[in-house]
């Protein structure tokens, strides 16, 4: 269990990794900061995250910028980072201010990025922030920065912050963003592709990407004390399976 106030694990020229199996909380992330769960900065290699569960991840900040909260900043100089079977959940801004700029998002990829059978759940916000669905501190859920084709599939996105603009996924769409299962309690306009916010579903799987992917909502066990498995069956849930992947979590 990584308790932290600023970052969990920074990575400042590290070459490879392996981050497994622990739960980070960042109960109440410094103002003035941009915090993080893990942050990459010049790393090399392959820097691999799996099966972890990020389930504090709020940040006290009110300043505009960038400045908030991050649950994976994958940045630098690394070939890949392969970020898999992770649960993102508690995402929020605590700061007791309404109507401020803040960043919150669980990924950023900047690098070459395979994310996949990931769950990422946005609760509704303790004091609701003013953002912009295409500005660098926006809410979002899996931001793909750049242009280069990241791998994003088979994940599980759902948001229930209904209204602060926050996307479920945004930023360079491609062919390799694929059968994930989006939900948005706010409707389908709050996803977000490429830098164009979807009027509906339908145009958002029509952005060039996301083959297979559906929109239904998931029904986890007990999402409010950090479970978040599937709690009862639904076809809907569905989707090919990934053949890298021998068994999720």
Not at 89 to 118: F, P, Q, W
Request: with cysteine; net charge negative; aromatic share 8%.
């Amino acid at each position: 269990e990584i308790v932290a106030n600023l970052r969990g694990i920074f990575f400042n020229g590290a070459e490879n990794a392996v981050i497994e199996g622990n739960t980070f909380r960042l109960a109440k992330a410094s103002a003035g900061f941009l915090a993080h769960g893990i942050m990459g900065n010049a790393q090399k290699g392959t820097i691999i995250v799996r099966g972890n569960k990020f389930l504090e991840l709020g940040t006290m900040n009110v300043s505009a910028g960038e400045y908030g909260i991050c649950g994976i900043t994958a940045s630098g100089n690394a070939d890949v980072w392969v970020i898999e079977n992770n649960v993102f959940a508690g995402l929020d801004a605590k700061a007791d201010v309404a109507g401020k700029i803040v960043t919150l998002r669980y990924v950023r990829c900047g690098d070459s990025c395979v994310v996949r059978n990931n769950t990422f759940h946005l609760p509704a916000q303790t004091y609701k922030p003013a953002t912009d669905l295409v500005a660098a501190q926006a809410v979002t859920c899996l931001w793909l920065a750049g242009t280069k084709l990241y791998i994003a599939e088979n994940n599980l996105l759902v948001s229930e912050e209904t209204e602060a603009n926050n996307s479920l996924i945004r930023g360079a769409l491609n062919e390799n963003v694929k059968n994930n299962v989006f939900f948005h309690k706010g409707g389908n306009a709050a996803i977000l592709a490429g830098a164009v916010v979807a009027a509906d579903s339908a145009a958002f799987f029509a952005e060039g990407a996301n083959e297979g992917s559906k929109w239904a909502e998931p029904k986890f066990a007990d999402a409010a004390n950090g479970d978040f498995a599937i709690a009862e069956y639904n076809e809907n849930l569905i989707v090919p399976r990934s053949e890298a992947v021998l068994k999720d979590i």
